[in-house]
């Protein structure tokens, strides 16, 4: 049962250029919903995180949106930068089941 | 990486053999997990501790067993590794606020 579906699977974006990564979920218990970001050769690591009582997060370039009644939020990168080119997970977490759910990943690709 | 380290970073072994895998944190966390990454599978958890001894199945679970004698280590084993377990292995950590994971920096695994 695929609680979690992350889109797309990959992305190519030019430099300057707005990254989205969206992840939708089925699981109304998930109250935390984090991104984590994953370099090759690395673990992943959290990048930002937003409660459901707030639609939007901001910590410099990146943006969380999120939309309680369509059961989803998104990943925006402002400016994209090769230095951001990695995978990127959505790990919705629900803190009644203790359990954190990983989504499939997102490979962005910024080029020049 | 958090103070997480995985040993080795990679292994390559023949089908049939054991393998164990060892993941050791200086953070005094009590929740520890293995997860196995895959291409267009994200990542999966195999398992999980809770505390010394104290260890549960994840989704994946079949084939690997693990073990934890102490809070720092974390072991995983494979009694008879197979082709199918071909895969980067990462440990995770975390501590009371489970909504949020600190990752090794992985082990690859190649079964031939």
């Known amino acids: 049962q695929q609680q979690v579906k992350q889109s797309p699977q990959s992305l190519i974006v030019q430099k300057g250029g707005i990254s989205i990564i969206n992840c939708a979920y089925e699981n109304t218990a998930f109250d935390y919903f984090p991104w984590y970001q994953q370099f090759p050769g690395k673990g992943p690591a959290l990048l930002i995180a937003i409660r459901p009582d707030v639609s939007e997060k901001k910590e410099g370039r990146f943006t969380i949106s999120f939309n309680k009644s369509a059961k989803q939020f998104s990943l925006h990168i402002m400016d994209s930068q090769p230095g951001d080119s990695a995978t990127y997970f959505c790990a919705p977490y629900s803190g009644g089941y203790q359990k954190v759910t990983f989504g499939t990943g997102t490979k962005l690709q910024v080029i020049p | 990486d958090a103070g997480i380290t995985q040993s080795p970073r990679h292994k390559v072994t023949e089908t049939g053999t054991p393998v164990t895998l060892r993941c050791h944190q200086t953070?005094?966390?009590?929740?520890m997990y293995w997860y196995r990454q895959d291409p267009g599978h994200g990542l999966r958890l195999i398992h999980y501790?809770?505390?010394?001894?104290?260890?549960d199945k994840g989704e994946v679970s079949d084939g690997y067993s693990v073990s934890r004698s102490k809070t720092e280590d974390f072991l995983l084993t494979l009694e008879s590794a197979t082709s199918s377990q071909t895969s980067v292995y990462f440990c995770a950590i975390s501590g009371d606020k489970k909504n949020i994971q600190y990752f090794g920096a992985g082990t690859r695994l190649s079964v031939l």
């Open positions: 953070e005094n966390h009590r929740y």
């Open positions: 501790s809770y505390g010394v001894k104290d260890t």
